[in-house]
Every structure is written in structure tokens, then in C-alpha cells.
């Protein structure tokens, strides 16, 4: 009677643990598909999603956002220079790119070390760029727009060093007109320089005296989107900066009505 005893505890026991392990085994995996759930969650694309709520903000970053990408990509590509680069640094920026005019490297006296191509049709004198009477050693990168009768020329600079010590800049440049070839409607967005006066569009009807007159300055220095009528038409524009030139993107807007005039903070990227 005694070992029948024994043998009904011993089950029973053995019954109660093998319970508690398959219900600490559920709880734990409960516990470890939630955590992974968190830790690593599946993405979901929404294809459907109409982008911004602002029809109008929606449509100039449809416009500008390929175009902003070529910029973008490219300063990124210049600002991991901190040497001379070599003969297979210059054969990947063409091959990357393709759409830029030119680039040459000098050294601190602005003697072209190196230049491809060789000849070029705008004028451009490295000299000033040496004599920037700031210290190139604290400038990661500076940028302006040259405008000559065979029009304008947007160059990036970028000093590079020798045993921490300044030798000589590298200079990428590029008609800032060839990037409207990005845009997937070129006559819709324009891309000016404020301060510099150059009006850049795919629409060859745009009358650019009103957006000239415009005093960009003092908008500019509360602003860095918002909208502006010109004439009968309003526009959405957005600042950015390329280096320290600043450009405006912008476009004619799409909706109609007193909304407009209450323009919500649709880009959110500064």
C-alpha cells in the first residue's frame, strides 16, 4: 500500500512539473516573440500612402527631392576627400557623376596639380580660393555660383591635407541647369539663387524679373518655406543649403482657395 502511495505521489508530481514547463514554455515564448516583435519588427510598405497632406508641399517635394539627391550624394562623395585623391578616386566621380562639367585639384599657391578635362569653356581663376582669408584647416567645405556669358557654374570645395597640414583644395564643378534632367517635370519646379540672380527652370515662358524683385533676403532670414504670390500666381518654395550657397526650390501651386494662404509646416527635415 505504501509503494502504491509512493508510485501516486511521484505521478502526480511529475504531472504538476511537466504542466508548469509547458506553461512557463508558452509564457517564454509569448515573451520572446513580443521582444523580437520590438527588437526587430517586421516593415510594412504602404504603396497607397498620397505622401504629404499639403497637396502643395506634396508636389514640390515630388520635384525637388531627385533633384536634392544628386546634390546631396555628391557632397557626400567630396566630403570623404581628406588627401590627394588618386587616379581612381577621379575615374569613380565621373562614373558616378556623369552629369558633372569638371574637377581640378591645386595646391596652396593655386597651381592646378590636376584637371580633367583638360580644357574647359568657362572661365574660372583658382587663385581667390587659396587667398580665403579664413583658416581652410577648420572649413570642411565651401561653395559658390560663377556666372559668365556662357552661364553659370556651381563649384564645391574641398581642402585636403598632408600630415594634418593644409596642401591644396579639390574642386568639383557643374552647370546647376543640367540638374533639372533629374526632375520628373522640369517645366514645373525652379531652382534659383537668391543672392546670386540666377532663375533656373524647364519652363521657357517663365517671366523671372517678379521672382528678382522679390526680397528674398528678409524672407530668407525668417523663413525656410512657406509661399509667395507673384502676380496672379502663388508659389510654394523650400530653402536648402548646398555647402553655404543657399538655393531656393519651388512651384506653382496646385490647389486653389483662401487655404493657401495658411500653409502648414509640410517638410520636416531642417
Given at each position: 500500500m505504501r509503494f502504491n502511495n509512493s508510485v501516486r505521489f511521484v505521478a502526480l508530481f511529475v504531472l504538476l512539473v511537466m504542466a508548469m514547463f509547458a506553461t512557463g514554455c508558452e509564457y517564454g515564448s509569448k515573451v520572446w516573440h513580443d521582444a523580437q516583435d520590438s527588437v526587430n519588427p517586421n516593415p510594412v510598405i504602404d504603396l497607397k500612402s498620397p505622401g504629404l497632406q499639403?497637396?502643395?508641399d506634396n508636389e514640390l517635394a515630388l520635384l525637388f527631392t531627385p533633384v536634392d539627391e544628386q546634390i546631396l550624394t555628391l557632397t557626400s562623395f567630396l566630403s570623404n576627400?581628406?588627401?590627394?585623391?588618386?587616379?581612381?578616386?577621379?575615374?569613380?566621380?565621373?562614373?558616378?557623376?556623369?552629369?558633372?562639367?569638371?574637377?581640378?585639384?591645386?595646391?596652396?599657391?593655386?597651381?592646378?596639380?590636376?584637371?580633367?578635362p583638360q580644357e574647359s569653356i568657362k572661365p574660372f581663376k583658382p587663385g581667390p580660393l587659396v587667398e580665403?582669408?579664413?583658416?581652410?584647416?577648420?572649413?570642411k567645405m565651401k561653395s559658390f555660383i560663377n556666372y559668365s556669358e556662357f552661364g553659370p557654374e556651381m563649384y564645391l570645395c574641398k581642402p585636403f591635407f598632408k600630415d594634418a597640414e593644409f596642401k591644396g583644395l579639390v574642386v568639383v564643378h557643374f552647370d546647376?541647369?543640367?540638374?533639372?534632367?533629374?526632375?520628373?517635370?522640369?517645366?514645373?519646379?525652379?531652382?534659383?539663387?537668391?543672392?546670386?540672380?540666377?532663375?533656373?527652370?524647364?519652363?521657357?515662358?517663365?517671366?523671372?524679373?517678379?521672382?528678382?524683385?522679390?526680397?528674398?533676403?528678409?524672407?530668407?532670414?525668417?523663413?525656410?518655406?512657406?509661399?509667395?504670390?507673384?502676380?496672379?500666381?502663388?508659389?510654394?518654395?523650400?530653402?536648402?543649403?548646398?555647402?553655404?550657397?543657399?538655393?531656393?526650390?519651388?512651384?506653382?501651386?496646385?490647389?486653389?482657395?483662401?487655404?493657401?494662404?495658411?500653409?502648414?509646416?509640410?517638410?520636416?527635415i531642417f
Open positions: 499639403n497637396a502643395n576627400i581628406d588627401s590627394h585623391p588618386d587616379e581612381d578616386w577621379f575615374k569613380l566621380l565621373f562614373l558616378r557623376f556623369p552629369w558633372i562639367t569638371g574637377v581640378l585639384t591645386m595646391d596652396q599657391e593655386a597651381n592646378v596639380l590636376v584637371k580633367l580665403y582669408e579664413g583658416d581652410w584647416s577648420e572649413i546647376p541647369r543640367v540638374l533639372l534632367n533629374f526632375c520628373p517635370n522640369p517645366h514645373k519646379l525652379i531652382i534659383m539663387q537668391p543672392d546670386g540672380g540666377g532663375i533656373w527652370t524647364g519652363d521657357q515662358n517663365l517671366k523671372k524679373e517678379p521672382f528678382l524683385k522679390i526680397d528674398w533676403d528678409a524672407i530668407l532670414d525668417k523663413e525656410v518655406h512657406g509661399v509667395t504670390k507673384i502676380g496672379k500666381d502663388k508659389y510654394v518654395w523650400l530653402s536648402r543649403y548646398v555647402s553655404d550657397t543657399q538655393i531656393v526650390y519651388a512651384t506653382k501651386i496646385v490647389t486653389k482657395g483662401d487655404d493657401d494662404e495658411n500653409e502648414d509646416d509640410g517638410f520636416l
